[in-house]
Structure formats: C-alpha cells, structure tokens
T-cell receptor, first 115, second 115 residues
Framework: SQQGEEDPQALSIQEGENATMNCSYK?????LQWYRQNSGRGLVHLIL?????REKHSGRLRVTLDTSKKSSSLLITASRAADTASYFC???????????????FGQGTILTVHP | DGGITQSPKYLFRKEGQNVTLSCEQN?????MYWYRQDPGQGLRLIYY???????QKGDIAEGYSVSREKKESFPLTVTSAQKNPTAFYLC??????????????FGPGTRLLVL
C-alpha cells in the first residue's frame, strides 16, 4: 500500500491564487520530500523537510510537517500557469534511524492553474 | 532531467518478447532506481541498486530484471513474464552511500506499449 496519500486528487485554481496540497503517511520517517511532474516527463525535486523540522520555505513554496499527525502540506503562493503539474509527496522509511534511500510515493495531486 | 538519460522515449513490445530499457547517469551517483508509473497513479519501485554489482528487489519486481555492471548504467529488462507491462518507466539516481542519499534525480522516462 502507498505510504503517502495526497489530498486533494485534483485542484483547479486561477492564476495568482494560492494552492495547498496535503500528504498523509503511515509510518515513522526520517524525511519527507515533494516532487513535481509535468505531463509525460520525469519528476523534479522541489523540497525536502526532515522529521525534526516543522516548516521550510523555498521561493514561493512553503512546506509544513506535523509528525504527530503524520501529515505534511505544500503551499504554492501566487500561482502561475506554469505551475500546472502533478505534485507528489515521497517518504523514506526510518529503519532504526537509518534511511536506505528507498522512497515511497503518493498518488499525487494534479494542479491546474488557469491564466 | 539533467544528468540522467533514458532511451528509448517510446518502446513497443510484442507478446512474449523481452525488452530492455536503458538508463545512464553522469552524476557520479552510487544509487540508482527503477519505478513504474501507471496512468493517474504514483510511482512504484521495481528495483534499486546502492552500489555496483549489487541490487535489490522493490515492491513490484516480478517480471523484471536488472543489472549494475557499471556505476553509470542500470538497464531494466521487461521479461515476457510481466503480463501487464504497459506503463511509464522512470529511472532515478541519488548520491547514495557517500553522502546525502535522500534526494532523487529523475530521467525523462520511457513509455512502454504492448502491440
């Protein structure tokens, strides 16, 4: 079963609005990552947040992590048409404090930003 | 997509045929991964390799085989035992054992179709 579950499955907004996507996971993690995928392309890494961090920023991206609720959110502020893509969260597995590099991906949120 | 190449972009397989997907990276990364993505779904791990001449099964290894004879190359063979091979296949790499191994860098993908 998928470790990460994204919500919503699809999100449609107007340019300039903020977009918020959520991710829930089941087991203890070392870190959580967000990736972006344009249609028919490979994934691009956006941001990584470690289990001891609560919030992280990168440009127009803001990621939060709540390990007590096993959830994370990705906020894209002032969205642009070029932000249209699928967004995936990915978690590693905290196996006794060691990450073996394996990631488990959620099913993704499809974001459409209308000009 | 930078640093990782996958070929071909599209691949057609006939019934009972084995086909091999190529993945090459020039990032000097130790770890490499193969994922399968079905329409509207997240990524599922097929095989991964953390070092040359060693690889491990992922979550859906049945019907697939890999080799890791060189650090920069991690080819995936889809065998005739894989009954539903139509999917988008993504290769990724990460720094691996030498350092921060969590972030993965993806190739552009190969779309496999069955004739």
């Amino acid at each position: 079963s998928q470790q990460g579950e994204e919500d919503p499955q699809a999100l449609s907004i107007q340019e300039g609005e903020n977009a918020t996507m959520n991710c829930s996971y089941k087991t203890s993690i070392n870190n959580l990552q967000w990736y972006r995928q344009n249609s028919g392309r490979g994934l691009v890494h956006l941001i990584l947040i470690r289990s001891n961090e609560r919030e992280k920023h990168s440009g127009r991206l803001r990621v939060t992590l709540d390990t007590s609720k096993k959830s994370s959110s990705l906020l894209i502020t002032a969205s642009r048409a070029a932000d249209t893509a699928s967004y995936f969260c990915a978690t590693d597995v905290n196996a006794g404090g060691t990450s073996y590099g394996k990631l488990t991906f959620g099913q993704g949120t499809i974001l459409t930003v209308h000009p | 997509d930078g640093g990782i190449t996958q070929s071909p972009k599209y691949l057609f397989r006939k019934e009972g045929q084995n086909v091999t997907l190529s993945c090459e990276q020039n990032l000097n990364h130790d770890a490499m991964y193969w994922y399968r993505q079905d329409p509207g779904q997240g990524l599922r791990l097929i095989y991964y390799s953390q070092i040359v001449n060693d690889f491990q099964k992922g979550d859906i290894a049945e019907g697939y085989s890999v080799s890791r004879e060189k650090k920069e190359s991690f080819p995936l063979t889809v065998t005739s035992a894989q009954k539903n091979p139509t999917a988008f296949y993504l290769c990724a790499s990460s720094i691996g054992l030498a350092g921060d191994q969590e972030t993965q860098y993806f190739g552009p993908g190969t779309r496999l179709l069955v004739l």
